[in-house]
């Protein structure tokens, strides 16, 4: 049926900040293909990630649940064997779950052993993978230090840079992320000040265009009635550090190009304890020295718009071979990056920089044909994606399991009864030494939030206080209402959500709300009489056959 | 080792309340044999269950985790294939985990069929059978009626009535739980006006006595130091309903041995729309008669005789066979019954009769001697039975799994440095008819119950009011404060405390709090540099061999 979602594809790209695309209004860096997948698609204006941290915020993209729901809190915490993912759910409705390129997933390898899984089973490999199947996973962070690799994976990008000469065991950090400096010394992309240098890596052996590479080869080879329909996650791991970009990118922005910093002196004052940590850790003082910001938004501009091109070309392949016409596209982040806002560098924290994303979701179905180009401010949850997937599959979403809702309504100009009223995101960061730091248990080092349109509120354990920003009298967030003596009634509200939500039910995972409704008063047609003071309070059929009878003597 | 717990046996009883012991002040009924564990034990008097209905109870105490935590909130919700069990906790410190009797669990066959999980390997085994491997199972509910059994698997106690001559498909029902009227018809268990009545079964042949002598045959099959040590749960369908008792129990209580009925109509006015409903359905009618609860209660307190007779022969044979120096014997309950007061039978809501239950605790262990005897008012529930557990086997508890506490402490008399300050308990009454009849969603139908000393509150989901009781002034728990305007400050206490653990982490159970302090910073030494402005920020031996150095050109 031509002009309808058979297949999915779902890019990410990692640590893109939901402003820094041209039709989201950046000043200065043209993004248009973004922007030409905003023009025939819808483009969310309020998307928040459920943590704003590659790893928990991931596990949310993938099982359509909170963080508090899944557990894999920060990076490097497996999730847990029993999680139901993405595939799980695409699979059940009929549609293939691949992936290419990153997840930052780790397997819960005590927990496969524990159930007796093979990782080379067909199942055990899927729930080693997050649930997919992989055409090719490389997550993207091939770091080496004296106590081995970050990831202990293999990286077939490293494979590929060997292949075409780059020599190393990891040509990834030597090449695709070091320059040269000016004694032609390899210049590490890890240090901010060669942010502005060249990587030393040509243009399309960079790793952006080698995970398109890998993406064109994965649609050329699932063309189609013959293969099943399929969501493929396509999954980059830039603009995500090492900052440091290829030429032509890596001076193609600079000077007043680059958006003046967005801080206040007045944010320092009377700082939340934690906030304050966060200003105080080693990327947040770096960033805070202007050139090294300036080098580094430099290089962070010119990897986003590499990828904005590789986009273009992967977009320009699929209208070439049909597959706009039967391919859903939805492109978002996994979190953005402070860049020195607010005195931070990194994410972690919950202003917009950080914990709001870029979502445009592309339909090629009729029904969407009333909405194309538009902007929608509802409030978003990343976790909406997976039931937007399942829905546009033709499938209905197992509410019991998957804790997001829907976006096709939006896409496609429906009426909806009710939305929700507020987001949450949620911050684990006992892993930090900031948690050390301010003496918490790492059962205390947790942040949560609670925004809607106008308040966004932040509940910190460990008996410390919240933190409240007005975003319509203070769209900047420089202003913490978390001790105003005024706003008590705000934050009151607040924790009523907070608590609402927190005491959801998110662990009944294996009975949908239909089963449960169809149990009820059903145990007596098994037998079960409650409260039969005689067989006259009993139907005939239970009490000639099964609960006794005048003419059924046992004696 | 003498006078050691190289053993743990885990009775359970199922629906016995907290005050039908002679230990625990019932004026009427004696226990001897409870009383003698307690004699040599400690008896817990605020043992609290996570949720006052079987299933869920069960889960929580087989798991150490709350219901909102492991999700199995009710009768036949199946608990999900990744939930660790109390035997994954016992076997991983070298410690058996064995069944004699009911579990009530639900496998969760969709998430075994998932994972390729096969119900007769090993493994899969244990996963449908709750973690426990089974001597007996029989779960003790073997009613039957024209949609067919309420319970699918197989009654072991029905073929042993076949063994012994009890003719038919069901003589638990025809024979066990069934009398005889006066025109020699079978008269059921199920209808309350037979409960006075002698059940048609030999009292050796009867449940109790059966499943004791299950007990006993297993106790001489892991003796001494052949076998492995061992946590066996031994757990009795009994005083359960079907209320009716074989001779010579079924007579032994009646008239003015029946403890007055303890409600009050003050209840009835303005009484919250939950407990309004619940003292409506049909249970709670027939129980608020006279007669069917004078009937009722007898057998009651026969059963409970009967299980405290076969308690005392369970116990005989233990100290004949050494067993009381080696083996720790826990004694608890699922749940209570409400037997008619507060204007209810059954149980499913949070007065005392219905979610506080026995707990006794005798420990060989010498260093238990000098709290023989004593009565522990501490705040306690039934998923610090899974942590005392792993700690008498030796274990370090992994509190990242289980939520509960271990009472070692309590039982060996050592200090502790905090205890908590409130109990939990939740009811998802989704299933019930009344939810239906309240205009609820099955995700509005819950209920949570915080109680300290002090006071106990109840949050009702779907938008109603709470309920409140103060314990001190009000220890009958006739008068709900739940619109009082002078306690509003309680309830908003109650509702902090119901947030602070509705937020709290229960399922990062991938990562131990140990593992998450031992990861803090040490990604640097993989190779992850964050804000290094130059090579002077990194470590010297990182820069020479990993974040490029002089002299390593890669030109």
Known sequence: MPGRARNILFIMYDQ??????????????????????AETGVRFSRCYVQSPICGASRMSFYTGRYAHSHGAQWNGFPLKVGELTLGDHMRRIGMDCWLVGRTHMRADAEGM?????????????????CGFDVFV???????????????????????????????GENPWHDYANAGIDEDSNMASGFLLMNADREANVEEPDSETPWLTSRAIEFLDKHVGGTSKPWLCHLS?????????????????????QIVPVHRNHAELENAHPVYAAFTRNPISKAL?????????ISAYMGLIKQCDDQLGRLLDHMEASGRMEDTMIVLTSDHGDYLGDHWLGEKNLFHEASVKVPLIIY???????STRGSICDALVESIDTVATFVEAGGGAVPDHIVEGRSLLPFVRGKALD????????????????????LGLSPRDARLFMVADKRWKFVHAEGGMRSMLFDLE??????????????????RDMMYERLGQWARRMSQRTTRSDDEIEAMRGKSERRGIVLGARDATDVEQELISKYVGSPGRGAG
């Open 418 to 437: 009710s939305w929700r009223d507020y987001v949450i995101s949620e911050y684990d960061y006992s892993v930090s030494p900031i948690a050390a730091g």
């Open 288 to 296: 805070s020295q202007k050139e090294v910001r300036e080098r580094v």
């Open 473 to 490: 009298t203070d769209p900047d967030e420089f202003v913490d209402l978390g001790e105003c003596p005024h706003h008590a009634k705000v």
């Open 236 to 256: 980059y791991i830039k603009p995500h550090w090492p900052y440091i970009a290829p030429a032509p990118y890596h001076d193609m922005y600079g000077g007043n």
């Open 363 to 369: 339909d090629p179905d009729r029904e969407a044909d």
């Open 137 to 167: 996973r490389d997550d993207g962070l091939w770091a080496h230090g004296p106590d081995g690799y970050y990831d202990d994976g293999r990286s077939p990008y490293n494979a590929y840079l060997n292949s075409k000469g780059y020599a």
């Open 16 to 37: 893109l900040r939901f402003d820094y695309l041209s039709c989201a209004g950046h000043p200065f860096l043209e993004t248009p293909n973004m922007d030409r997948l």
């Open 113 to 129: 052993r524990r159930l007796g899984l093979e990782p080379d089973s067909i199942v055990g490999a899927r729930v080693s993978e």
